[in-house]
């Protein structure tokens, strides 16, 4: 098990808490709590070590194409691939947004 | 007249050479009928040392009794063989090298047996003649790779030799007329033995093209291969398969097409009642296919959005569903389903607009292979169905959307579609600068590397970031930066400009899933048509019968 943590300056207003994936192997769960800082805390928990550059990749490439929401997202990770963690990541986001 | 040029030898050694082997089994023979358990010593005296033997084996049916029996040949008395082989899927293929009885192998696949195969490759236990498509082998059986020995399967035969072999029909024409056309000795193992003719429920290879027949053991192997269980289908499954139906089949109006096995095809095939219905395209798209028989695809039959399927070979469990669908499948007079391999890699090659693959390995121009380090997996079909015919001369829609010139003697192009994620389990990046395969091809000595799929007949590259329409790049540059569009956070997709990305999206040269408008939360399992294969076996009105291992109740 690995704990990672990152910061991103973030500048959209979600309204809500939310949960999207499943605890599952090649899965992950991510779960949204909007804060008023204009940041986004990331706190992934993760069964692959030395996955931290990886992360670093994914959501410095997740900031380049998106705004990120003001809030903590936090991580639980079951070796995911960069491909089903992206995606349960927009999920969480777009759930934030409209649940 | 040149008298003194005219060469003195034989004309007729190889059916000197047939009859001789024929008759030293005489007393082991009751007719063509050899016995099963002296069938080892038969072995010996039909084939000699040095012999091309073709044993038939794909990635389904399985001359497995052959197979067994000619690893338990003595290696004194036959060895040094050049064995032809569609496929390598059982530890038996191997053990006849193991052994000393082989020498040297062409193939196409080797599926389950890829690591071994290495592993002999790097002892020097075996040579590789060539990694061939499937009928880039069959066609050098008909030239330079004429078989003296076939040994082939089949469900029935009759006390004269005419061959049953109904859904799993496959290879077995092919590699017969190979041999029988050319002197060659043709040997097939049978499940069961009936007295005529007329106990056959259809007779699909002629008895006079088949010298022996023997009864196996145990009914043949078949590898159910093409079965995908909806349980394993993921939401990155859907979301691809959606991008795939909206942006590329919807697109191009793909009429006609071949989907490699995988989750990912199988998603599009169980996407397509449902998500396909919504985005109104039955009728317009998916109606004409060459297609092994997916369980996957029977939703998409029952609604009536598939008009034909012509298959390589069959699939367990799906022989009463094909057998109550003859409008859809062919089927022999008995009503059971024929298959034919050479013939549908042929509808795959010329008759269809597209084909949907996948691959382990793409590199940065789109070449892919399936070939990595200690893994010699051959390449079955796909080279064929991948890849650009340029014999072809009939238009469709889709084929003339690829033609990109005003030039006025440009053609069209199949449509070439590599569906894959940027990274597999176990952090794999799927996109690399360089494929392994070139690495294994220098290890193994091999003349070319081993690349399944080239780049220059790849149109498409559709990720889980985005779909790449390659076959807009107006250059080797320009097709490079696309690929690495669509390439994630792979070394590949690192190195990409984010401003060329926002053009090429703008161009339309790039599409990501948003740019489709495809939302990620609609990316859900509830999608599909069947999340199970017990759903399946429910669209079927209970005709399909899964194979035990796929029954959860």
């Not at chain 2, 069938?39 to 389904?60: C, M, P, S, T």
């Not at chain 2, 009914?219 to 079965?227: A, K």
């Not at chain 2, 499954?237 to 989907?259: D, F, P, R, T």
Request: aromatic share 8%; charged share 20%.
């Amino acid at each position: 098990m690995e704990r990672i943590e990152l910061t991103y300056p973030a500048t959209e207003k979600l309204q809500h808490k939310a949960l999207a994936g499943v605890v599952g192997s090649g899965d992950l769960e991510a779960m949204f709590i909007p804060h008023q800082e204009k940041m986004l805390k990331i706190i992934i928990k993760t069964s692959v070590d030395g996955s931290k550059h990886r992360w670093q990749n994914l959501f410095n490439r997740f900031a380049s194409l998106h705004a990120l929401p003001m809030g903590t997202l936090e991580i639980n990770d079951f070796a995911s691939t960069p491909g089903v963690a992206k995606l349960r990541i927009e999920q969480v986001f777009e759930e934030a947004n409209y649940a | 007249m040149l008298a003194n040029l005219k060469s003195n030898r034989a004309w007729d050694s190889r059916l000197n050479e047939k009859k001789r082997r024929c008759n030293a089994v005489n007393k082991l023979a009751n007719g063509k009928v050899l016995a099963t358990d002296s069938f080892v010593e038969a072995l010996e005296k039909l084939i000699v040392a040095g012999d091309r033997v073709v044993l038939e084996g794909n990635n389904q049916k399985q001359a497995d009794f052959l197979a067994r029996k000619l690893s338990q040949v003595d290696p004194n008395i036959i060895h040094n063989l050049h064995m032809l082989m569609p496929s390598i899927g059982l530890p038996e293929h191997l053990d006849i090298f193991e052994k000393g009885i082989a020498k040297k192998l062409d193939f196409s696949f080797s599926g389950t047996q890829s690591l071994r195969i290495s592993q002999l490759l790097a002892d020097h236990i075996l040579e590789i003649g060539a990694i061939h498509t499937y009928i880039e082998l069959y066609a050098r059986l008909f030239v330079d790779l004429i078989p003296n020995v076939a040994l082939v399967a089949a469900y029935k035969a009759d006390r004269n030799g005419n061959l049953y072999t109904g859904p799993s029909t496959e290879d077995t024409p092919s590699i017969v007329e190979a041999t029988a056309f050319k002197n060659g000795i043709v040997i097939a193992q049978v499940n069961e033995l009936v007295d005529d003719e007329a106990d056959l429920p259809r007779v699909d290879i002629p008895a006079s093209w088949v010298d022996f027949v023997v009864v196996a053991d145990k009914p043949f192997f078949i590898e159910p291969l093409f079965t995908r269980d909806p349980r394993l289908i993921k939401p990155i499954h859907v979301l691809m398969g959606m991008m795939a139906i909206k942006g590329i089949y919807a697109k191009h109006q793909v009429k006609s097409l071949n989907h490699g096995i995988g989750f990912n095809t199988a998603a599009i095939e169980l996407l397509l009642p449902t998500y396909g219905e919504q985005l109104g395209l039955k009728g317009k798209i998916c109606q004409h296919w060459a297609l092994n028989p997916h369980p996957t695809l029977i939703p998409a039959i029952e609604c009536g959005w598939v008009e034909t399927v012509h298959c390589f070979g069959g699939e367990l469990g799906m022989e009463k569903y094909m057998a109550a669908r003859p409008d859809i499948f062919f089927t022999g007079h008995d009503g059971s389903m024929r298959s034919n391999r050479t013939l549908c890699q042929l509808a795959g090659q010329y008759g269809v607009d597209m084909f949907v693959g996948s691959t382990l390995q793409v590199d940065g121009l789109g070449n892919s292979s399936t070939v990595t380090h200690g893994r010699l997996s051959g390449f079955g079909g796909a080279p064929n169905m991948g890849h650009d015919p340029h014999g072809r001369r009939h238009a469709t829609s889709a084929w003339l959307d690829m033609m990109q010139s005003q030039n006025p003697v440009d053609r069209g192009h199949k449509l070439v579609v590599q569906m894959v994620e940027t990274f597999q389990a176990g952090a794999k990046p799927t996109f690399v600068e360089q494929l392994d395969a070139v690495e294994v091809g220098k290890e193994s000595d091999m003349p070319i590397a081993p690349v399944m799929i080239y780049g220059d007949d790849i149109t498409h590259v559709l990720t889980e970031e985005g779909i790449a329409y390659l076959y807009q790049a107006k250059s080797l540059e320009e097709r490079r930066a696309m690929v690495a569009a669509v390439a994630g956070i792979t070394d590949i997709g690192l190195g990409v400009d984010s401003k060329r990305v926002a053009q090429f999206r703008k161009e339309g040269k790039v599409a990501f899933p948003q740019d489709l408008g495809i939302q990620p939360t609609q990316a859900q399992r509830s999608l599909l048509a069947a999340n199970s294969i017990a759903d399946l076996v429910e669209w079927s009105d209970g005709l399909y019968d899964p194979p035990a291992r796929f029954k959860s109740w």
